[in-house]
C-alpha cells in the first residue's frame, strides 16, 4: 500500500502541490498543501459516547469530521489525568482500534486518528534492508519512568527500534554533577535497559548550553578562557573515554548556532567565555580520547534546524570544513528534525542538505525526529503529518549510505517532550497512548516510516 493510500483524500484538498515557502524559526515552508489522490482511508471517529468499558462503535468514511475536541494530555511526567484502554488490530487494508474510552475532566483523547495498516515490528528490519544501520528510538531512561511501562518497554525492545538514545543521562549535570566527580550510575542503568538487545547506541550529549551543573553556570570564582577550557576538556575525555566503543557515536557539541541570526554563534558560557574556540576543543579532545583508547567511536555535531539548506547548515557545513581541516574528527552531522506538521521541509530540500554534508566526508543521521501538531489533531493535520515522516525518512534512503540511520525522539506521545515545550501542540510521536501502563495505538505515521523505508512511492 502507498503511502497515497495512507494520505485520506476528501480530507485534503485535492490537486493542490506542494508548495514550500521559505519560514523562519522551526519551520522551514509556512504553507505547504499536498497532492491526494482520493484513496480514501478508513478513520477511527467514535460514534459512540465516550463510556468507561463499552467498545465504541466505530464507521469509515471518505472524509470525516474533525470534531476532535482533543486536549491530548501527553506529558514528560507521564501523568495523564484521563485513562483508557485501547488494543489496535490492523488487517491487511483498514485497522480499527477497539477502544474503550474513559473521559476525565481534564483529559479528552483524540476522538478520530489516522490509524497505521502496518502489522508486527518491521521499522528497524526495514530501515537494514534499506541499507541503513538502524532505525532508532530515543529513551528518557531512568528519567520518566517509561521503561516500568510495559506496553512502551514491549515495543522499544521490538524489532521496530535498533539504535537507542539516552535522551538526558548522559548530559553534563547529571554526569559530572560536582568538578571532577563523575556518577554514571543513570548511564548505567541505561545502558543495563539496552546493552545485549542488539542496539546500537548514539551517546547524548558532552557539551550543550543545557543541563549543566551549577559549578560551571554559577561558578564560585569566575571562569577564564583557561580555566573552563580545561573543564571542558576533562568532562569531554573522562566520558568518552569511560564508555567507549559502548557508544556507537556521541553527539560532541550539541546546538552551537543561533536562529537569530541564523548561523552565528549561540551565547551560552561557553562561547561567551571561550569563544567559537569552544566547539574546536571539544572536537579536539575527543579526537584525543579515541586517540589515546584506539577506539572505534563515532564523532557528531547535532543540531535543529540545519535540515534544510539554509545560513544554520552553512554554518554546521563550515564546522565541518574547519575540523576537518585542522586533522579534528569529525565523522558525522546529526540532524535533529523536530518538525511541525505542515512545516517540515520536503523531500528534495533534505536530500539536498543531506548531501551537501555528505559531500563534504561526513555521514548524517536523522536523530530526533518527531513531527508535532496543533493540538487538537484532526484528520487533515495528521495527514500532512504522515506525509512529512514519508517524506524525511524517504530522504535518508534516498541519499543512500550516506544518511546511516532515523532515530525518533522517543515513539510514544504520552512521553513525548513536545507538550510541555510547546503549549498546544502535541501528538508528535508514532504511537499514542492515553496514559502511562495503557496499550499503544499505532498511527498512521508509522505508515509513513514504513513506506518511506520499503521505497514505496512518493504520494506528492
Ligand atoms: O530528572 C529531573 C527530575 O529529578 C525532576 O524531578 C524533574 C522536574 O524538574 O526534572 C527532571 O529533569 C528533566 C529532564 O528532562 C529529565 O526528564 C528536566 O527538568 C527537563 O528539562 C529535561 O528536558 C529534556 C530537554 O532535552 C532538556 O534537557 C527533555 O526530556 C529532552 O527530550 C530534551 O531533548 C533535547 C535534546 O537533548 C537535544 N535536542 C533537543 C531535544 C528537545 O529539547
Not at 495527514?383 to 530522504?395: F, G, P, T
Request: aromatic share 10%.
Amino acid at each position: 500500500m502507498s503511502v497515497r493510500s495512507i494520505i485520506a483524500t476528501g480530507l485534503l484538498a485535492a490537486g493542490a502541490v506542494a508548495s514550500p515557502q521559505w519560514g523562519g524559526g522551526w519551520g522551514y515552508p509556512k504553507t505547504v498543501t499536498v497532492t491526494s489522490d482520493h484513496t480514501v482511508y478508513k478513520t477511527v471517529t467514535k460514534t459512540g459516547s465516550c463510556s468507561g468499558s463499552s467498545v465504541t462503535s466505530f464507521s469509515s468514511s471518505s472524509s470525516h469530521s474533525s470534531s476532535a475536541s482533543t486536549s491530548a494530555s501527553a506529558s514528560k511526567s507521564g501523568s495523564s489525568s484521563g485513562s483508557s484502554s485501547a488494543s489496535s488490530s490492523a488487517s491487511s487494508s483498514t485497522s480499527t482500534v477497539a477502544t474503550t474510552t474513559t473521559t476525565s475532566a481534564s483529559n479528552t483523547v483524540p476522538t478520530t486518528t489516522l490509524l497505521a495498516t502496518a502489522t508486527g515490528h518491521p521499522l528497524d528490519v526495514a530501515a537494514k534492508a534499506a541499507g541503513k544501520l538502524w532505525f532508532g528510538t530515543a529513551a528518557d531512561i531512568p528519567g520518566t519512568g517509561e521503561a516500568q511501562d510495559p506496553y512502551w518497554a514491549a515495543e522499544f525492545n521490538s524489532t521496530d527500534f535498533g539504535e537507542a538514545t539516552p535522551a538526558n543521562i548522559m548530559k553534563f549535570v547529571f554526569t559530572e554533577p560536582e568538578p571532577n566527580v563523575f556518577n554514571y550510575t543513570g548511564a548505567e542503568q541505561f545502558l543495563s535497559f539496552v546493552e545485549g538487545t542488539g542496539k546500537l547506541v548514539r551517546c547524548h550529549n558532552l557539551i550543550w548550553q543545557s543541563e549543566l551543573p551549577t559549578w560551571i553556570t554559577n561558578p564560585t570564582v569566575n571562569w577564564t578562557n583557561a580555566t573552563l577550557t580545561a573543564a571542558l576538556r576533562n568532562h569531554v575525555t573522562n566520558l568518552v573515554e569511560y564508555f567507549g566503543d559502548r557508544c556507537y557515536s556521541w553527539d560532541v557539541v550539541n546546538e552551537a548556532f543561533s536562529d537569530n541570526p541564523a548561523g552565528a554563534y549561540a551565547s551560552n558560557v561557553w562561547f561567551d567565555t571561550i569563544g567559537p574556540a569552544y566547539v574546536v576543543e571539544a572536537f579536539d579532545a575527543a579526537t584525543q580520547a579515541v586517540k589515546a583508547k584506539n577506539l572505534a567511536v563515532k564523532l557528531y555535531y547535532n543540531d535543529y534546524n540545519i535540515e534544510y539548506l539554509g545560513n544554520k547548515s552553512y554554518a554546521a557545513q563550515n564546522l565541518v570544513t574547519e575540523l576537518k581541516g585542522r586533522g579534528i574528527q569529525i565523522d558525522g552531522v546529526g540532524l535533529e528534525s523536530h518538525f511541525i506538521a505542515g512545516e517540515t521541509p520536503d523531500k528534495a530540500s533534505q536530500m539536498a542538505n543531506m548531501q551537501a554534508f555528505i559531500n563534504l566526508g561526513v555521514d548524517v543521521a536523522i536523530t530526533e525526529l518527531d513531527v508535532r501538531l496543533n493540538l487538537p489533531p484532526n484528520a487533515t493535520t495528521e495527514a500532512q503529518q504522515v506525509l512529512d515522516y514519508y517524506n524525511s525518512v524517504a530522504a535518508c534512503v534516498a541519499v543512500g549510505d550516506g544518511c546511516i540511520g532515523v532515530t525518533v525522539w522517543d515513539f510514544d506521545d504520552e512521553y513525548s517532550w513536545v507538550p510541555g515545550t510547546f503549549p498546544g501542540q502535541g501528538y508528535a510521536d508514532l504511537f499514542l497512548s492515553n496514559g502511562p501502563n495503557e496499550p499503544l495505538t499505532r498511527k498512521a505515521a508509522y505508515d509513513g516510516c514504513l513506506q518511506a523505508l520499503t521505497g514505496a512511492p512518493e504520494s506528492a
